[in-house]
């Protein structure tokens, strides 16, 4: 069963960082492209980045303005987000989730929320 | 990286059909058959319910339906039952490898 653990969410103040993990398991994790979703509190779903498989390729949400950086571990099974200079409007559930290509986004972790204060 | 359109609501009694649209450009919606669509309850994650317009993933009901016509998806729902109660958004592959998601429309059962 496949399986997504977020982790590393909490209250941050604008103009920090913070590090989401995410340690997947019950698949072959180094096969499969890893996205990171988000929703901001009361509102929908934004895709913020995603990453291929070996780690070759990767691409983020143009609003980003390069402040966000997806990597993966595959021997560790996990996926990262470093999100630095946070803004109040980063404040959102941050989800991992498999990606079965062409964004097709079939495993959702439970969430971390990230709060950002100003 | 526009966002797709989605009507905000949609409603209907329980043994009804209900169809959502979403909305998008030739260069998402109407450029690839990589639309697909998900269900969110209240405080849940969302579950994938429908991909590449019209394939369903194992153990989604065949009550689920998913169509493209031009630069529109469509779910429908067939005998509306309580349980389908949720948030719905949909999901477009497009150019330049960006994921395009919808602004949900939530669903009412009557």
């Known amino acids: 069963e496949v399986e997504l653990v977020e982790s590393g969410g909490g209250l941050v103040q604008a103009g920090g960082s913070l590090r989401l993990s995410c340690a997947a398991s019950g698949f072959a994790f180094g096969a499969h492209w890893m996205t990171w979703v988000r929703q901001a509190p009361g509102k929908g779903l934004e895709w913020v980045a995603d990453?291929?498989?070996?780690?070759?390729?990767?691409h983020y949400l143009n609003s980003l303005e390069g402040r966000f950086t997806v990597s993966r571990d595959n021997v560790k099974t996990s996926v990262y987000l470093q999100m630095n200079s946070l803004r109040a409007e980063d404040t959102a559930v941050y989800y991992c989730?498999?990606?079965?290509?062409?964004?097709?986004?079939?495993?959702w972790g439970q969430g971390a929320l990230v709060t950002v204060s100003s | 990286q526009s966002a797709l359109t989605q009507p905000p609501s949609a409603s209907g009694s329980p043994g009804q059909s209900v169809t959502i649209s979403c909305t998008g450009t030739?260069?998402?919606?109407?450029?690839?058959?990589?639309v697909s669509w998900y269900q969110q309850h209240p405080g849940k994650a969302p579950k994938f319910m429908i991909y590449?317009?019209?394939k369903r993933p194992s153990g989604v009901p065949d009550r689920f339906f998913g169509s493209k016509s031009g630069n529109t998806a469509f779910l429908t729902i067939s005998g509306l039952q309580a349980e389908d109660e949720a948030d719905y958004y949909c999901?477009?592959?497009?150019?330049?490898?960006?994921?395009?998601f919808g602004g949900g429309t939530k669903l009412t059962v009557l």
């Open positions: 990453i291929k498989g070996d780690g070759s390729a990767r």
């Open positions: 999901l477009s592959y497009g150019t330049g490898s960006v994921a395009l």
């Open positions: 989730v498999r990606n079965l290509g062409f964004h097709r986004l079939d495993s």
């Open positions: 590449e317009v019209d």
């Open positions: 030739n260069s998402d919606v109407g450029g690839y058959n990589y």
